[in-house]
């Protein structure tokens, strides 16, 4: 049991600081003073729906996601909106459960001719390999062999591992813009949440979450995304795709960061630990719930 001058020093030794207002942690002094922005007072205000926000740029972003004129077609079932008449009307199909398109390979149902092209070109056309173990396919049958590696038990992808702070990176990309969070020369930051990046067009793309703005719509639901890939896991979702599965008990999934997160559960893996107390966890999602139960130990 940790005393709570034990926790002190903990908190001394990572430069744990705590948010006054929503009781939020940061390992870091600059990512702390950014968000203590967030808290200030919202002066910017839309005079469409009274919604209020700290920086002028927020209030842009809102107004260009929630109230353009370009996306002036609305779905008067469910309030979803769309730029085009055309959007609007294939969405409109989902409320009445009503089928447009049928693939005579596998006989699945579309609502719209997008999505039933789309599908058509992933699954049916030009496919020469088809993988036995979850059912992917290729036209190119270099392509179809590496893929079929991947379903080895002894099939490792190479990573990059930070010599610094020890952190394993997929991508060499990814490696490189990692070594610039150790050497200052992530320069952009993020004035809500304190996240850095190396280059201005990711800060860009990052500040998307926090405006709110979706601008990739799924064309069978209507569902709007703030990230492309985010809306191509959705989709996802309507083909019952599920092109991951686990090595040990064969349980299927649709997202290969679902299936890393299954196999934590076998292998008895908790990569994210408590700065606190010994406490360690297989999500990050759970760890920062867990964090608040050592909230009200201490005040900073």
């Known amino acids: 049991m940790y005393l709570i001058g034990n926790i002190f020093r903990l908190l001394e030794e990572k430069t744990l600081r705590k948010c006054a207002h929503c009781g939020k942690l940061f390992k870091s002094e600059q990512k702390f003073r950014a968000h203590l922005r967030y808290h200030r007072e919202k002066t910017f205000y839309c005079e469409v729906c009274n919604k209020k926000f700290v920086f002028q740029y927020q209030l842009v972003l809102h107004k260009k996601a929630s109230h353009s004129t370009g996306r002036s077609y609305v779905c008067k079932i469910c309030g979803s909106s769309f730029t085009t008449k055309p959007y609007l009307k294939s969405h409109e199909r989902i409320h009445s459960k009503v089928f447009t398109y049928e693939c005579d390979n596998c006989r699945r149902g579309f609502y719209n001719k997008t999505a039933f ?9 030009g496919v020469r ?3 036995e173990h979850c059912d992917k396919n290729f ?11 991947t379903h080895d038990p002894t099939f490792t992808k190479a990573t990059y591992t930070c010599e610094i702070c020890h952190k394993v990176l997929k991508y060499s990309r990814t490696y490189s813009n990692h070594l610039k969070t150790h050497t200052g020369e992530n320069k952009y930051v993020c004035e809500i949440c304190g996240k850095v990046f190396g280059w201005r067009q990711s800060l860009k793309d990052h500040m998307v979450l926090h405006s709110g703005e979706k601008p990739f719509i799924c064309q069978i639901c209507g569902k709007t995304f703030s990230k492309k890939q985010s809306m191509v896991i959705h989709e996802r979702t309507h083909s019952q795709t599920k092109p991951y599965t686990c090595p040990t008990c064969n349980k299927r999934f649709s997202q290969r960061g679902s299936l890393k997160m299954h196999i934590r559960i076998h292998t008895g893996e908790k990569p994210f630990n408590c700065k606190i107390c010994p ?5 990050n999602g759970l760890l920062k719930i867990h964090y608040k139960t050592h909230s ?3 005040q900073l």
């Open 139 to 149: 036209m190119d049958e270099y392509y179809f062999k590496r893929h079929l590696h």
């Open 279 to 283: 406490k360690r966890f297989i999500t």
């Open 129 to 131: 390999f088809q993988c």
């Open 117 to 125: 092209k789309h599908h058509y070109e992933v699954h049916h056309k």
């Open 296 to 298: 009200s130990c201490y």
